[in-house]
């Protein structure tokens, strides 16, 4: 069985992901699963932990992310991520665990205006999060699409990813990415990519 599908939907907190991930499993033909990060968060227990140990859980919550999206697609499961890229090793951990050739990557923005006011709509990340992961999440620059969601809707952000998907010739930017960070971004054992 081959690997299935990953459309990655990268960007800041309140950019749009989970309303353009809601729309592409309308609008995608075949079954798919919706993966979010924050489902992962949303697992973990309430109770309060030393903060000291936080920076260590959230990690190895990323990292077991990371490896239920790619073992969910090395079984022939289609996928779509909704992710925020704002360090570098989230990247380099996905670039190292996901089949390159089947990965969409898709650029998520929204005007820091929009953010500031999805972000006090919503009432649950703290004040100025996404605009502090603006620089971040974007920093790699190399995309197979982007959308820009502050006055792009939900509904015409998915039927673009779809016709990309469709669409799409030549090297992937997960392709592109790994090629150009193998020599240049060792994974935390010290090795290269394969």
């Known amino acids: 069985m081959g690997s299935g599908r990953i459309v990655f939907l990268n960007g800041t907190s309140s950019s749009g992901k989970s309303s353009i991930a809601t729309e592409l499993l309308q609008v995608l033909d075949g079954s798919w699963f919706h993966m979010p990060v924050d489902a992962f968060h949303g697992m973990r227990t309430k109770k309060e932990m030393d903060p000291a140990e936080l920076p260590a859980v959230l990690r190895r919550t990323w990292e077991g992310f990371h490896r239920a999206v790619a073992g969910m697609a090395s079984a022939g499961n289609d996928i779509v991520v909704d992710h925020v890229l704002s360090e570098?090793?989230?990247?380099?951990?996905?670039?190292?665990?996901?089949?390159?050739?089947?990965?969409?990557?898709?650029?998520?923005?929204?005007?820091?205006?929009?953010?500031?006011?999805?972000?006090?709509?919503?009432?649950?990340?703290?004040?100025?999060?996404?605009?502090?992961?603006?620089?971040?999440?974007?920093?790699?620059?190399?995309?197979?699409?982007?959308?820009?969601?502050?006055?792009?809707?939900?509904?015409?952000?998915?039927?673009?990813?779809?016709?990309?998907?469709?669409?799409?010739?030549?090297?992937?930017?997960?392709?592109?990415?790994?090629?150009?960070?193998?020599?240049?971004?060792?994974?935390?054992?010290?090795?290269?990519?394969?």
């Open 88 to 194: 570098r090793w989230r990247l380099l951990d996905c670039l190292a665990l996901f089949e390159p050739r089947n990965v969409l990557l898709v650029g998520v923005r929204c005007s820091p205006e929009e953010l500031r006011r999805r972000e006090r709509a919503r009432g649950d990340r703290p004040p100025g999060l996404a605009e502090h992961q603006l620089g971040l999440v974007h920093a790699h620059g190399v995309y197979d699409v982007e959308c820009d969601t502050t006055t792009t809707s939900p509904t015409e952000c998915a039927l673009r990813i779809r016709d990309a998907l469709t669409h799409h010739t030549g090297p992937t930017a997960f392709e592109r990415l790994r090629r150009a960070l193998a020599r240049t971004a060792p994974l935390d054992g010290g090795e290269c990519f394969p």
